[in-house]
């Protein structure tokens, strides 16, 4: 029987995972006042305040495009247990932008939410459960 790793269920997961990240990073690209609502921070008013915020955002969304695609290679060149040390490095990523919002009082669990399971996946991925 083969290990755990070696599923291809955690292969589709981390497939997925990338491609969310992808989206958010397109959507923070393109849309990047938008995307500061998975954040739940107030829009700046000032113009030269929202611009800041704007070129942030996207830089963000750069970070995001690029973990997604760096998941979605490893995975797909069958590199499961660099797949899974990604998915664990962007679960720290999730749980920091998470601690940020904390830190401003609100939006940590649109973070919080999801950076277990890339956790978990993850670890699976790079063998934690595979019997030795």
């Known amino acids: 029987m083969a290990p755990i790793s070696q599923s291809t269920a955690l292969s589709i997961a981390a497939n997925i995972f990338g491609v969310i990240f992808i989206g958010f990073g397109i959507n923070a690209v393109l849309r990047p006042i938008q995307a500061l609502t998975f954040f739940e921070f107030d829009v700046p008013s000032l113009p030269a305040d929202r611009k800041v915020v704007e070129s942030l955002s996207v830089i963000y969304g750069v970070r995001d495009i690029?973990?997604?695609v760096a998941i979605n290679i490893m995975a797909y060149c069958g590199q499961r247990k660099a797949a899974g040390w990604v998915l664990i490095a962007a679960s720290a990523v999730a749980f920091a932008d998470g601690a940020v919002c904390y830190m401003h009082g609100k939006g940590e669990w649109n973070h919080w939410g999801y950076a277990p399971m890339l956790t978990?996946?993850?670890?699976?991925?790079?063998g934690v459960l595979d019997k030795a």
Not at 120 to 126: D, Q
């Open 66 to 68: 690029f973990m997604g």
């Open 120 to 126: 978990v996946v993850g670890s699976v991925l790079v």
